[in-house]
């Protein structure tokens, strides 16, 4: 057994580092978290969380925490953008977007303070200089701020960003496209010369009515947003000029990008926060290479805002668990290769609706209106807007894989049929591992799920107009196995053993 100075190493602490390293320390996995920063980035970036993994949050009975720490009390209706257009799902029973905002540096503030507290701290001005790895382990050459010096372990993860260092130390292809684009957001205080409006448009001295939302232009995009006396402003435009990543945005780039684009000028008050930033759409060849995995920006970029870091954090929660069974010694044949074909599967979808977006906010002229036109309204029927909706969320990922329709997709609301963060279901994935949900009281498969108390969890919730009899619900809330409404016990026995040993291999002993 080669000596080690940690089980895994993540190299990144950005939202998926920190909760992949929060997840791991959970299992009783010795983590290192490296940051090549000295401090947390306070450059504004993500806005909050939407989708699955505010779903994934609640099953694991953390969400309330993260909402009650948040930088903000603002809530919002579940609206998004998408290529110019407005998405609103207020108009379905069970929206498959849900909002939550917070800022990037408060949602790292509070993912770190959960990993320390499971014992995952994070080492600040730790940069990897150069990687080697064997059959055994992996090991790390690292600058820190005392000078440089190896780190082994059995498994790392990159999480480091779209400018991996791992990635590249591993010689993983990176391929796709970046686009011509400059995006600036800002959240400025609101002038004497603007009303903000209770639908969130602005109302411009001299001007007139800006509209909430998204504005197509022959010159770019435009949108704006305001509360209460703040308002959010955001332009894209294909640009030639260079940024560096540490050039800061000043208000006066602003106001000329603004003016560029919309055609007139917007008041602008003091800034709260300014980023500038580009997309890419691009993903590596594969996640995995021997004792080496990468997640988040490291594994995929995508062309609109608002996806990655959620995206990130579902990486960290489908391959936490994963390498625990590595360590601990209880994966079964094919399971590490699971991370690399899920989370691929998950991210071509991603690219497949932030492609598209592209082609919806940049398409001008006549051609361009018709193309929002009709997808507007297309998405005034329930279907396609669940439809798209589910997307977004990526909760449509791997459904029908076997004989349940859905068996490979993640546990949502409308496949329980319940409301939005129903308590009964709130922290039934506490531990992080898989669990049995029980939904029937069903004994029989409570005993089979017994052969696995080291690392399966059972829990029963009282269910009258149960969808299924029981599932069986990996780490990160996708189905593994459901048993229909009574389905005998000698069907549904069988079926749950097999799929409980295909995911967590052989019981450690048998009754």
Same mark, same amino acid.
């Given at each position: 057994?080669?000596?080690?100075?940690?089980?895994? &190493?993540?190299? $990144?602490?950005?939202?998926?580092?920190?909760?992949?390293?929060?997840?791991?320390?959970?299992?009783?996995?010795?983590?290192?978290?490296?940051?090549?920063?000295?401090?947390? #980035?306070?450059?504004?970036?993500?806005?909050?969380?939407?989708?699955?993994?505010?779903?994934?949050?609640?099953?694991?009975?953390? &969400?309330?925490?993260?909402?009650?720490?948040?930088?903000?009390?603002?809530?919002?209706?579940?609206?998004?953008?998408?290529?110019?257009?407005?998405?609103?799902?207020?108009?379905?029973?069970?929206?498959?977007?849900?909002?939550?905002?917070?800022?990037?540096?408060?949602?790292?503030?509070?993912?770190?303070?959960?990993?320390?507290?499971?014992?995952?701290?994070?080492?600040?001005?730790?940069?990897?200089?150069?990687?080697?790895?064997?059959?055994?382990?992996?090991?790390?050459?690292?600058?820190?701020?005392?000078?440089?010096?190896?780190?082994?372990?059995?498994?790392?993860?990159?999480?480091?960003?779209?400018?991996?260092?791992?990635?590249?130390?591993? $010689?993983?292809?990176?391929?796709?496209?970046?686009?011509?684009?400059?995006? *600036?957001?800002?959240?400025?205080?609101?002038?004497?010369?603007?009303?903000?409006?209770?639908?969130? #448009?602005?109302?411009?001295?001299?001007?007139?009515? &800006?509209?909430? $939302?998204?504005?197509?232009?022959?010159?770019?995009?435009?949108?704006? #947003? %305001?509360?209460? $006396?703040?308002?959010?402003?955001?332009?894209?435009?294909?640009?030639?000029?260079?940024?560096?990543?540490?050039?800061?945005?000043?208000?006066?780039?602003?106001?000329?990008?603004?003016?560029?684009?919309?055609?007139?000028?917007?008041?602008?008050?003091?800034?709260? #926060?300014?980023?500038?930033?580009?997309?890419?759409?691009?993903?590596?060849?594969?996640? *995995?290479?021997?004792?080496?995995?990468?997640?988040?920006?490291?594994?995929?970029?995508?062309?609109?805002? %608002?996806?990655?870091?959620?995206?990130?954090?579902?990486?960290?929660?489908?391959?936490?668990?994963?390498?625990?069974?590595?360590?601990?010694?209880?994966?079964?044949?094919?399971?590490?290769?699971?991370?690399?074909?899920? *989370?691929?599967?998950?991210?071509?979808? !991603?690219?497949?609706?932030?492609?598209?977006?592209?082609?919806?906010?940049?398409?001008?002229?006549?051609? %361009?209106?018709?193309?929002?036109?009709?997808?507007?309204?297309?998405?005034?029927?329930?279907?396609?807007?669940?439809?798209?909706?589910?997307?977004?969320?990526?909760?449509?990922?791997?459904?029908?894989?076997?004989?349940?329709?859905?068996?490979?997709?993640?546990?949502?609301?409308?496949?329980?049929?319940?409301?939005?963060?129903?308590?009964?279901?709130?922290?039934?994935?506490?531990?992080?591992?898989?669990? =049995? =949900?029980?939904?029937?009281? *069903?004994?029989?498969?409570?005993? &089979?799920?017994?052969?696995?108390?080291?690392?399966?969890?059972? !829990? %029963? !919730?009282?269910?009258?107009?149960?969808?299924?009899?029981?599932?069986?619900?990996?780490?990160?809330?996708?189905?593994?196995?459901?048993?229909?409404?009574?389905?005998?016990?000698?069907?549904?026995?069988?079926?749950?053993?097999?799929?409980?040993?295909?995911?967590?291999?052989?019981?450690?002993?048998?009754?």
């Amino acid at each position: 057994m080669v000596d080690v100075d940690a089980d895994v &190493i993540v190299v $990144g602490a950005g939202p998926t580092g920190l909760m992949l390293a929060g997840e791991l320390a959970r299992w009783g996995v010795q983590t290192l978290l490296l940051e090549r920063r000295p401090v947390p #980035s306070d450059r504004a970036r993500a806005g909050g969380l939407a989708g699955q993994v505010v779903q994934l949050l609640h099953y694991r009975g953390e &969400i309330e925490r993260l909402r009650a720490g948040r930088d903000t009390d603002r809530e919002l209706p579940p609206r998004f953008p998408f290529g110019g257009l407005q998405l609103d799902f207020t108009r379905l029973e069970h929206p498959p977007m849900q909002p939550m905002l917070m800022s990037q540096r408060r949602l790292e503030e509070l993912l770190a303070e959960r990993a320390d507290e499971q014992g995952a701290g994070v080492r600040r001005g730790h940069e990897v200089l150069d990687l080697q790895q064997d059959d055994d382990s992996v090991v790390l050459t690292v600058q820190g701020p005392d000078g440089p010096y190896s780190a082994t372990a059995r498994f790392v993860v990159g999480c480091d960003g779209g400018g991996s260092r791992v990635r590249d130390l591993i $010689g993983t292809p990176f391929e796709g496209t970046t686009l011509p684009e400059v995006e *600036r957001l800002a959240a400025v205080t609101v002038p004497d010369s603007v009303r903000v409006l209770e639908d969130g #448009s602005l109302d411009v001295a001299d001007v007139g009515r &800006i509209p909430f $939302g998204y504005t197509a232009t022959a010159r770019g995009v435009f949108a704006c #947003s %305001g509360t209460g $006396g703040r308002m959010s402003i955001y332009t894209a435009e294909v640009e030639s000029t260079g940024y560096a990543d540490d050039a800061p945005m000043t208000v006066a780039e602003l106001d000329e990008s603004v003016r560029r684009v919309l055609g007139v000028g917007v008041p602008l008050g003091e800034p709260l #926060s300014m980023t500038r930033f580009g997309y890419s759409a691009k993903q590596a060849d594969h996640y *995995r290479a021997g004792r080496v995995f990468l997640a988040g920006d490291a594994a995929h970029l995508f062309p609109s805002g %608002g996806v990655s870091v959620n995206v990130g954090m579902l990486d960290a929660a489908n391959l936490a668990w994963k390498l625990a069974a590595g360590v601990q010694g209880w994966a079964p044949t094919g399971l590490l290769d699971t991370y690399d074909e899920e *989370r691929r599967a998950a991210a071509d979808r !991603v690219l497949l609706h932030t492609q598209a977006q592209v082609a919806l906010r940049r398409g001008h002229g006549p051609t %361009g209106d018709a193309l929002r036109a009709l997808m507007s309204e297309l998405l005034l029927d329930e279907q396609p807007l669940r439809r798209l909706g589910a997307l977004l969320a990526g909760a449509d990922v791997g459904a029908g894989e076997a004989t349940s329709p859905v068996v490979g997709a993640f546990l949502t609301d409308l496949v329980l049929g319940v409301d939005h963060e129903d308590p009964r279901f709130a922290g039934f994935l506490g531990t992080g591992r898989p669990t =049995l =949900l029980d939904l029937a009281d *069903r004994a029989d498969l409570r005993d &089979i799920a017994a052969r696995w108390a080291d690392r399966l969890d059972v !829990v %029963g !919730v009282a269910f009258d107009e149960r969808p299924v009899d029981a599932v069986l619900v990996l780490p990160d809330a996708r189905i593994a196995w459901t048993a229909a409404v009574d389905e005998p016990a000698d069907t549904a026995g069988p079926a749950f053993g097999d799929a409980v040993t295909d995911w967590l291999g052989a019981p450690r002993t048998w009754p």
